[in-house]
């Protein structure tokens, strides 16, 4: 594993934000609760509990815990390697990407880790995260200059982009910081509470590097948009398409803390909701029924091209059927609706419905989906199927066929997993990324 050791190492972590930290205590709350059940198993045979269920209704929290312990510290990780190098993570950076990012820094070093996020950063990833800029209502008055920049940056004008990039975010943080100060001002704030960029690991600690004094002109090439050096005709060789990169990744960064600054929430936590003793009761009804279902839960035996349909338009399968709403899935996804596509996947790789149609078109925009086909239907546990798929998509021009386990989860309206039969529960898509 790779070990890399920097002042961004100290203090509180991103892992820590607050929405993060209350994923991973809820799921290891329930990793306990496996643990319990497998000692107990004796005792709950005892009481005529099927300790067998229990085991299987829990059975995908190890997978989920460990995809989401690795999701959770990848911003640190990535932050620990690259923001002395100019890079932060942010919310609409490319998981992927990220995680690649640092397998690479592992294996070929930081420069090949570095090349790999310049490549990132196309013309065409640019313009649609430009578009989510258009969230930040100080940003719209500026989205004219941008899409300038954007065509400069496209056409290798690396060195007008720059200018541009670097004054644009500038001018909007100016605009909603408390004091009227810029992205390079040292009186500057970034700081955004429950946030992965606005985390004193993130903006603030870019900011101070690219503000970084530069007062001896310099004619090399150099690697990170030192605004200084740049704005004051020191730094000369900064006409290359990873400077500018910087300037791109530094800009979509900020808009987190300027949604947060916009709707006054950059360091409001808000307060937990008392729960009375009618709420109470009801959740502990709520509790037992969801036993009941577990208990009378049972795995059905589907033969794939006799008891369902190999593939065909999602009315061709059960209502509230897992595989109809992974076909439901794949019709919009053939349809290119990403908002619709949002609507069946999990919040819980998903957690933000406003960002979720914007992740899904950086991941599935390049693939156009021809055909799908059930191969396998399997029930997990009360609330797991996976459903092994072969789908037939075009990306880049090429025809690809791929076999995916898709593993659905039936949730509850909370977004919280649930046993099938629950009122108001639906199938999700966990692990939609093709």
């Known amino acids: 594993m790779l070990r890399y050791h920097c002042a961004m190492d100290q203090g509180p972590l991103i892992r820590d934000i607050p929405s993060l930290k209350k994923s991973l205590e809820e799921i290891r709350a329930v990793k306990s609760v496996k643990r319990v059940a497998r000692l107990a ?3 709950l045979r005892l009481f005529g509990v099927d300790a067998d269920k229990v085991g299987a209704a829990l059975a995908s929290v190890e997978a989920l815990s460990s995809q989401f312990e690795e999701l959770a510290s990848l911003p640190d990780r990535f932050n620990d390697l690259f923001a002395s190098r100019g890079w932060i993570a942010y919310d609409l950076l490319n998981y992927e990407v990220a995680k690649a990012a640092i397998e690479k820094a592992g294996s070929g070093g930081l420069d090949g880790a570095e090349a790999k996020l310049v490549d990132y950063y196309s013309a065409e990833t640019v313009e649609w995260k430009l578009r989510t800029m258009t969230g930040v209502k100080a940003f719209r008055p500026r989205m004219t200059l941008a899409e300038k920049a954007l065509t400069d940056y496209r056409e290798g004008r690396y060195y007008a982009c720059t200018l541009v990039v670097l004054s644009l975010l500038d001018g909007m943080v100016s605009e909603l910081a408390a004091q009227r100060r810029g992205f390079f001002a040292e009186e500057a704030d970034l700081y955004a509470w429950d946030s992965i960029a606005g ?22 090439e150099i690697s990170i948009p030192y605004r200084n050096g740049i704005m004051h005709g020191m730094d000369l060789g900064y006409d290359n398409k990873m400077v500018a990169a910087k300037a791109w990744a530094a800009l979509f960064a900020v808009r987190d803390w300027a949604l947060k600054g916009e709707a006054g929430t950059l360091g409001r936590q808000p307060e937990k909701p008392r729960v009375s003793w009618k709420e109470l009761v009801g959740q502990l009804r709520e509790l037992e029924e969801d036993k009941a279902r577990i208990k009378q839960w049972r795995p059905r035996s589907i033969t794939v091209g006799k008891d369902v349909p190999q593939t065909g338009s999602m ?3 059960a209502a509230g059927s897992p595989e109809r709403r992974l076909a439901e899935y794949m019709h919009y996804w053939r349809a290119g609706n990403y908002g619709h596509m949002a609507r069946c996947v999990s919040g819980l790789f998903l957690p ?7 992740r899904l078109r950086e991941v599935c925009a390049t693939k156009t989906l021809i055909d799908f086909e ?12 996976e459903i092994e798929t072969n789908v037939l998509f075009v990306e880049h021009g090429d025809e690809t066929a791929r076999s995916v386990r898709f593993r659905m989860l039936h949730e509850d309206e909370r977004g919280e997993a649930c046993a099938q039969g629950k009122p108001g529960g639906s199938w999700k898509v966990l692990n939609w990324e093709v």
């Open 374 to 385: 059930f191969t396998e239907i399997a029930d997990k546990a009360p609330a797991v199927t």
């Open 315 to 317: 009315d061709m399968f």
């Open 41 to 43: 198993r004796p005792l």
């Open 199 to 220: 985390h004193s690991k993130g903006l603030n600690a870019l900011a101070r590097i690219m503000r970084t004094g530069r007062r001896k002109t310099r004619i090399e």
């Open 352 to 358: 933000d419905a406003r960002k979720a149609p914007a």
